[in-house]
C-alpha cells in the first residue's frame, strides 16, 4: 500500500515506523521545517541539548512511549532526574508532586479535610471506571466527594489555570486521567525531545520513509480508487491518508467529510497556548524548585513557572539558566497578539516575586512560542463525542490528542494513538483482500 501520513510529531512518526516496518509505502507531509510537532525543541550554538519550545517530560507509566524506545534500543539515553514541584499558599511555597506531599499541604487544613482528601485521592488511584466519571463535572464531584475547602484550595485552581472559562465544565474523567497516569519522577530523552525526533526521523528514512518537511498539505481529496493530497500545487494518489493534526485543521484538509463527522470535529473545544523561555545567566529559584504552580488568583501573569536546569543541568545549555514561564490561554487572549518585547514587560515584575535580586541584566535571550491548539477541554459524557479514527471516507484515518481521552494530551499517547491507527489501517487492507 502507498500511505500519506499528514504531520510528523510523535504520532505520526509512530504510525509511520509500524507501517513501514509492514512493508508498506510511506510518505510524511510536514508543514515545518523540523519534526516533533508540538514536542519540537530549539537549541544555541553553546547548548548541548535542544530545549523544548512547550515544556515536556515523561512520566514512569508512560508505557506506549518508554516502550517505542526500548524497541528502537535507546533506553539508555532516557533520564528520570526527580525535581521539585511547589504550590504557592499565602506567600509561601510547599511540595506537591505526590499525594503525600499534597497531604502535608497546609492550605488542606487538618482533621476531616485531609481525611476526605487522602481518600477521594486514594479511590482515584485504585479505580479504573473511569466511564462512571465520564457523567461528572470534575467541578461538581470534587466538591461532593473531597469537600468544597479540599477543592477550593487544591482542584479548582489547577482546572481554572488549564481551563480558564471552561473550568466548570471539565469532566471528572480527566482529572481521574491525570492523577492515575502520573509519577514523581519525570522523565526525559538525551540531548532533549527534538534529538529523539531527529534520531526516530533518520531512523525512518533509512528504512525508506519519505518525509518530506515545509511541505504544507492544502487539501485531501476523494478520487475513484483512493485519496489524493494536494501540497505546493502538486495532487499525489493514495490508497490511504492518515492525519494527525488538530481538529480544525482535519476539517479544512478534507471537505468532503459528511456533515455529522465535520460537526463532531469542530465542535470539540481546546485552549491554546503561550510559553516564553528565556536563558539566564543566574539561577531564578535559588531553592532549587522546578516546577512552580501558581493559582490564578495570587495573581500572577502566567501559570507556572518552569526552571528546566533545576531539572537538568545548565552545564547542558553552555551554562545557560533556562526558564519557563507559560500558560493557557484562549486564543482571543491579548497575549497571542502581544510582541516578545511586550509580552517581557508584563512579565518582569513577576520574575522579581520569585528572586527579588533579579535583574533585566540576567536576560541573555527570550524566545516566545504559540499554538492555538495546546489542550483540548474534555466536557461532560465527552467520550460520545470523540470522533472515529477511521472516519466515513474510505481509507482516510484521523488520530489526535483530542482522541486519547481520558488521558490527558502528551507525548505518549500520540505515540499510543498513532500506532492504533497503524493497526487499524493495516487491518482494514488486510480484509479488503
Known sequence: MKIAIIGAGFGGLAAAYDLRN?????????????????????????????????????????????????????????????????????????????????????????????????????????????????????????????????????????????????????????????????????????????????????????????????????????????????????????????????????ARLCPDLPKEYLKGLLGLKSMGAVVMVLALKHRLSEQGYYWLILPKEAGYPFLALVEHTNFLPPEKFGGDHIVYAGDYLEVGHEYFSMNDGQLLERFIPAFKKFNPAFDRDWIKKIRVFKTNYAQPVPLVNHSKNIPAIQTPIDGLYFASMSQVYPWDRGTNFAVEIGRKAAKMIMGHENRRH
Do not use: C
Request: aromatic share 18%; charged share 20%; net charge positive.
Open 22 to 250: 509492514a512493508g508498506h509505502e510511506v510518505t510524511i507531509f510536514e508543514a515545518a521545517d523540523y519534526v516533533g510537532g508540538l514536542a519540537s525543541g530549539f537549541k544555541e550554538p553553546t547548548w548541548d541539548w535542544w530545549v523544548e519550545k512547550f515544556y515536556h517530560h515523561w512520566f514512569q507509566s508512560d508505557k506506549s512511549m518508554l516502550g517505542l524506545i526500548k524497541e528502537l534500543g535507546w533506553e539508555d539515553k532516557v533520564y528520570f532526574p526527580r525535581p521539585y514541584t511547589v504550590l504557592l499558599y499565602k506567600g509561601k511555597w510547599y511540595p506537591f508532586d505526590s499525594i503525600l506531599k499534597a497531604l502535608l499541604f497546609p492550605g488542606l487544613g487538618y482533621g476531616l479535610n485531609k481525611i476526605r482528601f487522602g481518600f477521594v485521592g486514594l479511590y482515584l488511584r485504585l479505580t479504573n471506571n473511569w466511564q462512571a466519571l465520564d457523567k461528572y463535572t470534575a467541578h461538581e464531584w470534587m466538591q461532593k466527594y473531597a469537600g468544597r475547602q479540599v477543592y477550593e484550595k487544591m482542584w479548582e485552581p489547577l482546572l481554572i489555570g488549564k481551563f480558564g472559562p471552561y473550568y466548570k465544565d471539565v469532566n471528572m474523567a480527566w482529572m481521574w486521567a491525570r492523577l492515575k497516569a502520573r509519577s514523581t519522577r519525570l522523565g526525559t530523552f538525551e540531548g532533549g525531545f527534538q534529538n529523539f525526533a531527529n534520531m526516530f526521523a533518520n531512523k525512518l528514512r533509512e528504512q525508506g520513509v519519505v518525509i518530506r518537511l515545509g511541505a504544507g498539505v492544502k487539501s485531501i481529496e476523494r478520487e475513484q480508487a483512493g485519496l489524493s493530497v494536494i501540497s505546493d500545487g502538486k495532487s499525489e494518489s493514495f490508497d490511504q491518508v492518515l492525519v494527525t493534526t488538530s481538529p480544525s485543521l482535519m
